[in-house]
């Protein structure tokens, strides 16, 4: 009975890795957690630098690894039961008469883990209520007990409490559950692994004040005092060099587990960070700063990193809590501990991603009482902001709400446009490192987004894309996968040997090597197989969402939705209703789409056109970006394929550039010889244009400034189609004209 899960709210997710659920994921003894986003301060050269936002290397800390096979993840999962609704919750509690009432994203109800008190005369008082309920997914926690469960594992407590007229539920019948005792062992492993590090580490009172005072400025913490990180019992790991944030256990002072941040210098002088957590980050579910916080605070600023956290705290005093994975997730878990406050400002970094962040998360935490710390030059990260001399409890106090009106005025926007303006760079989304030309066309990968992908079948678009989705995850982007048309086990195989780069099947010894490090990505696939309905698809993409803040899903391909059911109807139109679907996720969801479309059939000797997509014309009107693959199917020679941008509504570039394909990778890559240059299109130029070119707007490499100065160079276009020509596939030769033609 006992067996009921959390995994059965999210059995359409087959969790990959680096997930945010906390009960029955795959742990080892240390984990590692590769910083990919931009870090809350920045360390150049010995001197703090501005508040401008970066990347940093991706680098892992070699740390005690020991890998663990378990049973109970399973390769496939059962399609699930009915989602869960707040009103199903609501109707059940009531009618086993328990009283609750609605929080923020919780409901709150007494628990039933712990003896009422005695005569049990009246009813309990609302402060007393001790559970809380997540009206999405029916998660349920007792802050009491610690005790922590499924909406099944509840009901099922709940009947046999019922059954036999029992007050409460000894909360040993949960806490003692284990999945094996291989979990058993790794947990407790996990725990002797962090209490080590923890005595080992040293505090900062016990440091020489040179070596201390040294260690801050490593790490841009030079303006936090020694009682600040005594108050957060922050310590310095000597054998790596290493901050090391505790856990303890809410309330209980008992250690949980630890997070060690490491900086080490690069090539060119940038500091490089590296997180590292024990228990792994799937299971580490640590708020910073939360023991500190009072049961009676009403007010708590949420900030990205542990450093700002004690930035905030050091200058306002106001309660801060620092989340454990930053500005990637806001685990669901984590929810019950936010519900005692009335107002959350939402601190998160000075840079555009942390912007989008606090604007996803506000609408897990409730909008109305969040408030948002816009970031600037003026409101840079808090510790960037400390160490600048800014007065951080004024930018608190500035922040503006997280609610809005339906309609607003530039005045509302103002601010916004600036941001835009002032952050191009970041604006623009996430960049590819494996596609270069694709980044200059598109200028990068942006949340809110519908991206159509089409191309000739047989000609590679799921191995492209997969690389494609695979180049973004490994920059951060947490990723779910809905493959409709291929299993999981086979896409996957595909993604490991793109990640590795090599034929793994010649290198079978590097297998869990690589397996551990694919394991870390915030990857997820939906089990999905065949047709299916647009609905339950949609359900389980906004399922995903809220529980690991996905912000790219990829769709393998549109005409599996369109099933069976949908005989008598006008297939059209059951392909524009799906398409109106998505387009509205992804607006509504801060979510990217990546719609993959077939064609229709074309002549073996023809170029693919935005007007070639299968359907009306309403899946490149709703589109943001239109990427076909072209392939010139009669030539065998490299360089037969080659990638259009066909829309861009982001700046409106388009353009056109070669791929090569690594048969023992299973990659593309852009040729690097200098005759294949990138085509971009300019729809603004003039008719103009000589050598009968319809558009007019070709010109060659992606260097070129529109508005350029030297007027003579631009006619040098008139060569590019000798040059496209060494390029197979890439519209050249008399279709040429007709290809640019189709650009918008």
């Not at 559950?177 to 947990?187: D, F």
């Amino acid at each position: 009975m006992w067996a009921s899960v959390c995994l059965r709210r999210a059995t359409c997710l087959l969790w990959v890795a680096g997930g945010c659920s906390s009960r029955h994921a795959p742990r080892r003894c240390l984990s590692t957690f590769p910083l990919s986003r931009h870090p809350p301060w920045t360390f150049q050269a010995e001197t703090l630098a501005a508040s401008k936002p970066h990347t940093t290397k991706r680098r892992l800390v070699p740390l005690h690894f020991c890998r663990t096979f378990k049973k109970d993840i399973k390769s496939t999962v059962d399609f699930p039961l009915s989602p869960v609704t707040v009103t199903d919750i609501k109707q059940y509690l009531r009618s086993k008469d328990i009283p609750f009432h609605d929080g923020y994203s919780c409901l709150h109800a007494p628990s039933i883990f712990c003896e009422p008190p005695p005569g049990g005369a009246g009813a309990p008082a609302r402060d007393s209520f001790s559970m809380f309920i997540d009206k999405t997914t029916g998660q349920f926690l007792c802050m009491d007990t610690g005790v922590e469960g499924s909406w099944e594992d509840l009901q099922d407590c709940l009947e046999v409490m019922q059954k036999e007229g029992q007050t409460s539920m000894n909360p040993n019948v949960l806490l003692g559950y284990s999945a094996s005792l291989e979990e058993q062992e790794e947990k407790e492993r996990e725990l002797r692994e962090a209490q080590r590090i923890w005595s080992s580490a040293v505090p900062f009172s016990d440091l020489p004040e040179e070596e201390a005072q040294l260690v801050k400025t490593m790490f841009g913490i030079g303006k936090l005092t020694n009682a600040t990180l005594r108050r957060f019992s922050v310590r310095f790991f000597k054998p790596t060099k290493s901050l090391v944030f505790p856990w303890f256990g809410g309330r209980d002072p008992s250690l949980r587990g630890v997070k060690l941040l490491s900086a080490a210098t690069d090539n060119s002088g940038r500091v490089v960070y590296t997180e590292a957590t024990v228990p792994r980050p799937s299971g580490y579910h640590n708020l910073f700063g939360l023991p500190l916080v009072g049961r009676k605070d009403t007010e708590v600023v949420l900030v990205g990193r542990e450093a700002d956290a004690m930035a905030v705290s050091q200058a306002t005093g106001l309660p801060t809590v620092a989340l454990p994975r930053g500005v990637s997730c806001l685990p669901p878990a984590l929810l019950p501990y936010l519900e005692q406050f009335r107002r959350v400002t939402l601190w998160l970094g000075g840079d555009m991603r942390s912007w989008e962040a606090s604007k996803v998360f506000a609408r897990k935490l409730g909008l109305k009482r969040c408030s948002l710390v816009r970031p600037g030059d003026h409101q840079p990260s808090p510790a960037d902001a400390l160490a600048q001399g800014r007065n951080l409890a004024r930018i608190v106090k500035a922040s503006i709400p997280a609610a809005h009106k339906s309609i607003v005025s530039f005045k509302q926007l103002r601010d916004d446009v600036f941001g835009e303006l002032a952050n191009t760079e970041q604006v623009a989304g996430v960049k590819w490192t494996r596609f270069p030309d694709l980044t200059k066309i598109l200028k990068g990968h942006r949340k809110g987004e519908l991206t159509v992908f089409t191309g000739p079948t047989g000609s590679g678009k799921t191995t492209f894309i997969s690389e494609y989705a695979l180049d973004l995850c490994m920059g951060g982007v947490n990723t779910l996968w809905g493959s409709f048309e291929i299993n999981n086990v086979r896409l996957a195989k595909i993604m490991l040997t793109q990640f590795a780069m090599q034929r793994l099947e010649d290198s079978l010894h590097e297998y869990d090597a690589w397996a551990d490090r694919f394991e870390e990505l915030p990857l997820y696939f939906m089990t999905f197989h065949g047709q299916q309905n647009i609905k339950v698809v949609l359900d389980t993409m906004q399922h995903a969402v809220y529980l690991y803040d996905i912000g790219h899903v990829v769709i393998d391909n549109l005409q599996f939705m369109m099933g069976q059911e949908h005989l008598s109807v006008d297939k059209f139109a059951v392909q524009d209703h799906i398409i109106g679907a998505f387009r509205k996720f992804a607006t509504h969801s801060s979510c990217h789409v990546t719609l993959i479309i077939h064609p229709r059939k074309e002549e073996d000797d023809k170029e693919l056109q935005t007007a070639s997509i299968f359907g009306t014309a309403k899946a490149s009107q709703e589109a943001d970006n239109v990427l076909i693959l072209q392939e010139k199917k009669l030539v065998t020679c490299p360089g037969r394929r080659s990638l259009q941008v066909a829309k861009n509504r982001f700046d409106g570039d388009v353009g056109i550039f070669p791929l090569e394909f690594n048969k023992a990778s299973l990659t593309f890559a852009t040729p690097l010889r200098g005759k294949h240059k990138l085509r971009k299109v300019k729809p603004e130029k003039s008719d103009s244009a000589e050598g009968g070119q319809e558009g007019g707007g070709v010109g060659v490499g992606v260097g070129v400034e529109e508005g350029g100065k030297k007027e003579p160079k631009v006619e040098k276009p008139a060569k590019a189609p000798k040059a496209a020509k060494t390029v197979r596939g890439a519209g050249s030769g008399k279709n040429s004209p007709k290809g640019e033609e189709m650009v918008p």
